[in-house]
């Protein structure tokens, strides 16, 4: 069974930063594909992230492109999303998320299980 569990994200100031985590207690971290998304009052949740199984390929949102950066730590089985040059518009509540498959996609319908969500703020 997988749980995942976050932790980080805050109050900070526009071009601040954030790193948030997300532990997996699970035994399948190592071949799990894992997503970053967010949702904002009144939205939709959307893509921010995703690292595939074994760290090797990476991929952003064009919003989030040269300002966040995803990795994973097989040791401690858990993945990070390291935010800087933070803007008002990042603020939403942030989800991390599994997928039974070695490979991550963009699609949040496509993934398995999921964190609590943690939210993030960035003041003007």
């Known amino acids: 069974q997988v749980q995942l569990v976050q932790s980080g994200g805050g109050l900070v100031q526009a071009g601040g930063s954030l790193r948030l985590s997300c532990a997996d207690s699970?035994?399948?971290?190592?071949?799990?594909?894992m997503g970053w998304f967010r949702q904002a009052p009144g939205k939709e949740r959307e893509f921010v992230a995703l690292i595939n199984w074994n760290g090797a390929s990476v991929a952003y949102a064009d919003s989030v492109k040269g300002r966040f950066t995803a990795s994973r730590d097989g040791a401690k089985n858990t993945v990070y999303l390291q935010m800087n040059s933070l803007k008002p518009e990042d603020t939403a509540v942030y989800y991390c998320a599994a997928r039974r498959s070695m490979f991550a996609v963009k699609s949040h319908a496509a993934y398995d299980y999921w964190g609590q969500g943690t939210q993030v703020t960035v003041s003007s």
């Open positions: 699970g035994r399948t971290f190592s071949s799990n594909a």
